[in-house]
């Protein structure tokens, strides 16, 4: 068989860990993997390499994918599905296993259902905020990397007696919020799942000033909302290919809005995609292992229309087109717990 494997979407911690299982496993089995570069773009355009294990074999600690990633969606224009069936056929694919989110996910289901192509799905955001799926890869190492981070501001802020506000990533879902403030004992979180309430944020910055805390740490995820009437805040509006606006700026309103209530001097860090870069955790680069060669399995089997899972310790497969399309959002049992440490 000739199988085809490709990366779409934002990059993230633990892709070149997939890309080598799947090499490794389907190189088990007699078979050749090829990478189409740059995700769709790579599909439409038949732009492949070949993939062998001794090239791929020490990827397994390096960040961002190999292949490259865009977040080009062929069925923005359906000439584009056609261009890529041609290639597929150019190049004699058996199947292709696509790494990404919803997505790339989508569109893998898309083709399969609609154009008969087989294909395999492997969940990948550095967000969490896949349903199927217990937890992504990448997000153990960015949560790590937002910790680490502020860690390091913690002592500024001190210093300064600031308050420091730290925007993170998580688009609609507040798991790399929550994550990093619950670890790093942050004293405020703003989530999307629910709207910010700002007095009681200044309340309890007030107070934990008058309680003898001279500093304050409050995160921000980039997808929270002032309130249903303001919606997300972004920067300058721009929409990608699948309709995602381009989240941001959050932080800076929340720390001129706590200066001006609170007078206490605030900072704002956005930490942007420092957070999705570098190498992956020992957690990430396992998961990623274990999806990469489940999804290997999966393809040398012609099982397609799946897509492998976590669920609790084991790998599973599910319905490809079931998987997509629901977001996870943050469940409300980790919400209350982080709630003792978050009030006035
Ligand atoms: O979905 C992953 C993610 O990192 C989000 O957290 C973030 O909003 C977005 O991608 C940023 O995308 P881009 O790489 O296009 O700036």
Known sequence: MKVGILTGGGDCPGLNAVIRAAVRTIANQGSQTLGLLEGWRGAIEGNAVELTP???????????TILGSSRTNPYKNEADVDRLKESWAR???????????DDTLGV???????????????????????????VTFGFDTSINIVMEAVDRLRTTAESHRRVMVIETMGRHAGWIALFSAVCTAADYVLVPEIDADIDEMCQLLTNRRKQGKPYGIVVVSEGAKLGEEHGYVTKDGDIDDFGHVKLGGIGDLIADIIEKRTQIETRCVTLGHLQRGGPPSAY?????????????????????????????????????????????????????????????
């Open 54 to 64: 001794a090239e791929t074999d020490d990827i397994i600690a390096r960040g961002g």
């Open 91 to 101: 190049l004699g694919l058996d199947a292709l296993i696509a790494i990404g989110g």
């Open 108 to 134: 893998a289901s898309k083709l399969y259902h609609d154009h008969g192509l087989n294909t395999v799905g492997v969940p990948k955001t550095i967000d969490n905020d896949l349903s199927a799926t217990d």
């Open 284 to 344: 990430d680069r396992v998961l990623g292992t274990r999806l990469g060669v489940h999804a290997g399995r999966l393809a040398m089997s012609q099982r397609f229309g799946r897509m492998v899972a976590l669920r609790g310790t084991r790998i599973v497969d599910v319905d490809l087109a079931e998987a997509v399309g629901t977001m996870r959002q943050l469940e409300p049992e980790f919400l209350d717990e982080a709630n003792e440490f978050f009030r006035a």
